[in-house]
């Protein structure tokens, strides 16, 4: 069956770094683009990043461009996100979404 995992959230300050994974198995994992996506309390689940099945093409939300950056490994079936200067208002449940499946998600939480 299609699993997808993510790790690598928690807690970091204000201008921290995390990276989340999201390790995928029951499909052809090549094959298909992979997103990540975002819920914050109250509010709508959100896409953030976006990329094509090969990697050549990426797209980010406006709220995230140039502070996170999404990529894969076709040879690892696993796709990553990297956060860079976190603000409090991207604290939030992170998800991993590909071929009409939804990981569990991860905590990311921007706190002082």
């Known amino acids: 069956q299609v699993q997808l995992v993510e790790s690598g959230g928690g807690l970091v300050q204000p201008g921290g770094s995390l990276r989340l994974s999201c390790a995928a198995s029951?499909?052809?994992?090549?094959?298909?683009?992979m997103s990540w996506y975002r819920q914050a309390p109250g509010k709508e689940r959100e896409l953030v990043a976006h990329?094509?099945?090969?990697?050549?093409?990426?797209n980010y939300a406006d709220s995230v461009k140039g502070r996170f950056t999404i990529s894969r490994d076709n040879a690892k079936n696993t796709v990553y996100l990297q956060m860079n200067s976190l603000k409090p208002e991207d604290t939030a449940v992170y998800y991993c979404?590909?071929?009409?499946?939804w990981g569990q998600g991860t905590q990311v939480t921007v706190s002082s």
């Open positions: 979404y590909a071929y009409a499946h």
């Open positions: 029951g499909f052809t994992f090549s094959r298909y683009a």
């Open positions: 990329i094509t099945s090969a990697g050549g093409s990426t």
